[in-house]
């Protein structure tokens, strides 16, 4: 996903002035590395339409192959999980819509449970760097992971 718009102005409702931030992270169910290709594109324009609806603004977001990280602002009218459960579900009927093959017969969610959130404050530009780079440490991390049961100098069992 792109970098849509960056807006540290307060924003304003008819009696509020607000500049709610959150930083979100959230799974497919299983954390199944499911976000790739045509359906990562896909997930993407679901959830900036989503977020449009709602009135909350995408500051930043990167869709990786098992999650997703969100930077946003969300109106103080709307609570985080009242949007979370909004993003997730009306999510969910969009991705099976255009993909039914996902869709388990048992299975109905698309997301795990739970998500990560937490308010920006004066670390906006760090979570936004590390939201734009968390795709190639997602890359490196899963890379350096790789355990050898076998040394392939000596050929004997590693411990």
Not at 39 to 53: H, S, T
Not at 58 to 64: L, M, P
Not at 83 to 91: A, E, N, Q
Request: glycine share 4%; aromatic share 12%; hydrophobic share 30%.
């Amino acid at each position: 996903m792109k970098k849509l718009k960056n807006n540290d102005e307060m924003s304003s409702l008819s009696h509020t002035k607000w500049n709610c931030q959150y930083h979100i992270v959230f799974t497919p169910k299983y954390r199944r590395k499911a976000i790739y290709n045509k359906l990562r594109k896909d997930i993407g324009r679901y959830l900036r339409r989503l977020c449009d609806y709602q009135g909350v603004e995408i500051i930043e977001a990167n869709a990786c192959s098992d999650h997703i990280h969100m930077l946003v602002k969300i109106p103080p009218k709307l609570s985080v999980s009242k949007f979370m459960g909004y993003l997730k579900g009306k999510s969910t009927l969009m991705i099976y819509d255009r993909h039914p093959e996902l869709q388990s017969k048992w299975d109905k969610a698309f997301w795990a449970r739970g998500y990560y959130v937490d308010t920006v404050g004066r670390n906006k530009k760090q979570i936004a760097e590390y939201i734009r780079n968390q795709l190639q440490e997602d890359e490196m991390a899963d890379q350096m992971s790789i355990q050898e049961y076998i040394d392939p100098f000596t050929g004997s069992k590693t411990k």
